[in-house]
T-cell receptor, first 108, second 119 residues
């Protein structure tokens, strides 16, 4: 079982804003990173701590955190954003990496 | 551009050892700024961290797998490797190798390799 909890599925209308959340006790101490995975492809890092994006990732992807919850926000979702999204961070011990269970995003 | 490529047998028999290698190109595995990790994904399921290794050989393992996993690094070949012993069907998954920043940010990934455990 994952120490980071994500909603299994979320939907958003094309062009609207959606927030995907990741909850866990370790997030009170450690930041989360976010990954996008499309079918048959490797995950891609889209946002890492303190709202940083790798080169090539659109600025419609942003992150935030409050208490034990980290969030990925997509502002103006596009059809190509339809994918599975995973958060990850450290566990409560700080020694190990954990991933959330993933959220399937559907763009309507 | 950094690239990672997994290699190894696609089929492993139950109770045997799964062995995979990740070859890094376009950068040095001896970078002091980075770690190197393995993540797996069973068919239709989510991502699971397996373990992480530093170029010096320091390792970190998923507590649920630590008794069966060994990571190693070969700086001369710019490779790092995974061995998972006593495999069962539950170990069938796509195995990814990846570079880690600050021990949790997986910024470069291999394409993944499917390892199936079956007799």
């Amino acid at each position: 079982s994952s120490e980071l909890t994500q909603d299994p599925a979320v939907s958003v209308a094309l062009g609207q804003t959606v927030r995907i959340t990741c909850q866990g006790d370790s997030l009170k101490t450690y930041y989360a990173s976010w990954y996008q995975q499309k079918p048959g492809q490797a995950p891609v890092l889209v946002v890492y701590p303190k709202n940083n994006r790798p080169s090539g990732i659109p600025d419609r992807f942003s992150d935030s955190s409050s208490g034990d919850t980290a969030s990925l926000t997509i502002t103006g979702a596009q059809a190509e954003d339809e994918a599975d999204y995973y958060c990850n961070s450290r566990d409560s011990s700080g020694d190990h990496v954990v991933f959330g269970g993933g959220t399937k995003l559907t763009v309507l | 551009q950094l690239q990672l490529q997994e290699s190894g047998p696609g089929l492993v028999k139950p109770s045997e050892t799964l062995s995979l290698t990740c070859t890094v190109s376009g950068g040095s595995i001896s970078s002091t700024a980075h770690y190197w990790g393995w993540v797996r994904q069973p068919p239709g399921k989510g991502l699971e961290w397996i373990g992480t290794i530093y170029y010096s050989g320091i390792t970190y393992y998923n507590p649920s797998l630590t008794s069966r996993v060994t990571l190693s690094v070969d700086t001369s070949k710019n490779q790092f490797s995974l061995k998972l012993n006593s495999v069962t069907a539950a170990d069938t998954a796509v195995y990814y190798c990846a570079r880690e920043n600050r021990r949790t940010i997986f910024d470069y990934w291999g394409q993944g390799t499917l390892a199936t455990v079956s007799s």
